[in-house]
């Protein structure tokens, strides 16, 4: 079932844990990392009174977002480590991990599909001019090689998220580009369950000089990518990132249907809190949308997860029993 046509939004009730904020990129908008070795890794037992704390909280989804080791230091091994037990400890806990730590190698990502539900990674945008400026010391953002992790995660059956991030200097061609390249990967493999349209919203910490994308062009942007992208895929926006409840609801007109992740702090974008469930829903309700949560894993692409997983995710269905998990 496709719920594009109903009058429903979902979101994620999540919790981010960021094994790391050292990157050894340097995207010049980002407000999230800290120079390599100037972040301590989160450790096991951190994480364990963490997921202790969630025990009594409505929430399914364990958001795994990271700072990225290059692939050739010696200390590679040990990140990908860690963020593999992290996963695995969020999982035996009973919360569904869903991992977004940069590009992976292909082996990186096959041992993650194990532990992982789903996992995600912004494509951003396509266009190699931005190599030139705001990702000019980040090797990460590489256009093909976040393509190639797209694909891979097609190969591998993961279900998968991903994204463009709008305002960073590219130009109105560049989205529909990045969206076509996203809706033709999605046509091979049907592995793409959401794309998010995030705008650039400036925090306190990047050194990119540049206002933020214009919220109210958001709709605009939303209803061509509903025409670009095939239907099975979600569009989802970030409800901190746009303010305005009248934008949020035109945006929601316009076609997006996924809130995202909803947790105490958007690590991305701290400056931006999020705004809570109830208060989404004073915004949506009167509009005639109704809010319901969803798991990090769309329902058909159960059948693509491992059995223990597939006996957690069958849990959390049984829990949330909702309409869009039909
Ligand atoms: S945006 Fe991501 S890849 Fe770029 S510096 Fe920040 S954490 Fe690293």
């Given at each position: 079932m496709t719920i594009n046509n109903s009058r429903i939004v979902t979101y994620s009730p999540a919790y981010t844990i960021v094994p790391t904020y050292e990157c050894f990129n340097r995207c010049s908008y980002c407000n999230f990392r800290a120079e390599p070795g100037k972040s301590p890794w989160m450790n096991i037992s951190d994480a364990e009174s963490i997921f202790k704390s969630l025990e009594s909280e409505k929430v399914c989804e364990i958001l795994i977002l990271s700072g990225e080791v290059h692939?050739?230091?010696?200390?590679r091994q040990a990140w990908f480590q860690r963020i593999y037990d992290l996963c695995e400890l969020a999982l035996s806990r009973g919360f569904l991990p869903h991992t977004n730590a940069g590009p992976l190698s292909f082996a990186e990502m096959e041992m993650l599909k194990g532990v992982n539900v789903s996992m995600g990674l912004m494509l951003e945008q396509l266009t190699p001019t931005l190599l030139n400026t705001v990702h000019r010391h980040a090797p990460s953002k590489l256009p093909q090689v976040r393509l190639q992790q797209l694909q891979w995660a097609g190969e591998l059956q993961i279900p998968f998220t991903t994204g463009l991030l709008l305002g960073i200097g590219e130009t109105v061609n560049d989205w529909w580009e990045t969206l076509a390249a996203i809706s033709e990967l999605h046509q091979r493999y049907h592995h793409i369950q959401e794309v998010i349209l995030q705008p650039h919203s400036p925090g306190l910490q990047q050194s990119f000089n540049a206002p933020p994308f214009n919220p109210h062009q958001l709709p605009e942007v939303i209803a061509k990518a509903r025409e670009i992208l095939p239907d099975d895929i979600t569009i989802q926006i970030p409800p901190n990132l746009i303010k305005d409840d009248q934008w949020l609801l035109a945006c929601v007109e316009a076609g997006a249907r996924d809130l995202g992740g909803i947790s105490p702090k958007d690590e991305v974008n701290p400056d931006y809190p999020h705004l809570q469930e109830q208060v989404l829903r004073k915004i949506l309700q009167p509009m005639g949308w109704e809010l319901i949560e969803r798991l990090p894993v769309y329902p058909k692409f159960d059948g693509w997860l491992s059995q223990e997983l597939q006996t957690s995710v069958k849990w959390w269905r049984n829990t949330f029993k909702s309409p869009s998990q039909v």
């Open positions: 692939p050739h230091s010696p200390k």
